[in-house]
């Protein structure tokens, strides 16, 4: 499957949010927990180069519980501080402010130096689309978020959103653009739902997706469509889960478009479980 996709208006998104990012202090990167290094567009590090960095591996209620340990601790070995949140839940974000505080922590010392008491850290939210941004940003910010206005040298119509007397938030987050030379990183994006689905064939990503999970958990499409998927071909386990879930034609055929599209949403709303899509690659150390 050939994923071919490169938005002209996200070369305009990284003039901007360089442009925004001269404003901040902390740059507050979300990636897809359950693919953090495909959803990452390490153009940001150059991009924030001088920046405190935090990363947080959003949608962790989606993802396997040890994977979501082992790629905390391979960004906290790269010197981010990492948090995994569900940005829906309003509960994990309260550690939040701690973590700023940590990943500031130059920052506020440097300002403590000067004579500069309680000046607030300016952050901003970056990521690829889907990750979840617009949700953290609504969520971290509440309803009673005041915004402190315009000022200049905002890219206009971005305001900064006071969250308490430490932290004040840029409203819009800055939107990275997907990375994907390699075509499996455009496939585990496409798994996910972040790359527009009008470029794909459904169906042939749904074929991809049963040879992913077969593989990395054989026996469980058979287990959750109470089907064969041993020994098949990808479109023949489609054709049995829509057997299994009366995906028919009018014909009385199997209705693959269907099925393909129950897998894909089973797959991205957890009902398939908890599934990672990738492990951080293995680092020799002590060489
Ligand atoms: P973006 O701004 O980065 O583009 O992402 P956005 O906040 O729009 O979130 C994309 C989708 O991911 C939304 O679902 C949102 O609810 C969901 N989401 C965000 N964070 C989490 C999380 O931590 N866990 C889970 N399980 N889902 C999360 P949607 O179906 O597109 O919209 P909606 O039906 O929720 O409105």
Redesign the pocket.
């Known amino acids: 499957m050939n994923i071919q996709w490169y938005p002209g208006h996200m070369t305009k998104a990284k003039r901007a949010m360089q442009e925004d990012i001269k404003l901040i202090d902390l740059i507050i990167e979300?990636v897809d927990a359950r693919a953090p290094l495909s959803s990452r567009n390490p153009d940001i590090d150059v991009l924030g180069k001088g920046k405190a960095r935090m990363i947080l591996l959003?949608?962790?209620?989606?993802a396997a519980e040890g994977a979501n340990a082992a790629w905390s601790n391979f960004f906290k070995e790269k010197g981010f501080q990492v948090m995994k949140?569900?940005?829906?839940?309003k509960a994990t974000l309260k550690q939040i402010n701690t973590v700023i505080q940590e990943a500031c922590k130059e920052k506020i010392e440097r300002d403590r130096r000067r004579g500069i008491l309680n000046r607030p850290v300016r952050a901003m939210v970056v990521?690829?689309?889907?990750?979840?941004?617009?949700?953290?940003i609504n969520s971290f910010a509440g309803k009673a978020a005041a915004k402190t206005g315009n000022k200049p040298g905002v890219t206009k119509g971005n305001q900064w959103i006071r969250l308490n007397k430490q932290v004040e938030l840029l409203d819009t987050?800055g939107i990275l653009w997907p990375k994907f030379e390699d075509q499996e990183v455009g496939l585990k994006l496409a798994f996910l739902g972040s790359i527009n689905e009008d470029i794909l064939n459904k169906e042939e990503l749904a074929g991809e997706l049963v040879t992913f999970i077969s593989n990395l958990h054989p026996g469980l499409l058979s287990e959750h469509y109470k089907i064969q998927e041993e020994g098949k071909k990808q479109y023949e386990v489609l054709e049995a889960i829509a057997e299994s879930r009366a995906c028919l034609t009018k014909g009385g055929g199997f209705d693959l478009a269907r099925a393909s599209k129950l897998l894909l949403d089973d797959f991205r709303s957890?009902k398939l479980g908890r599934i990672t899509l990738e492990m951080p690659p293995v680092t020799v150390t002590g060489e």
């Open positions: 979300l959003n949608k962790a209620d989606l949140i569900d940005a829906r839940s990521g690829i689309p889907n990750v979840g941004k617009s949700t953290f987050p957890g």
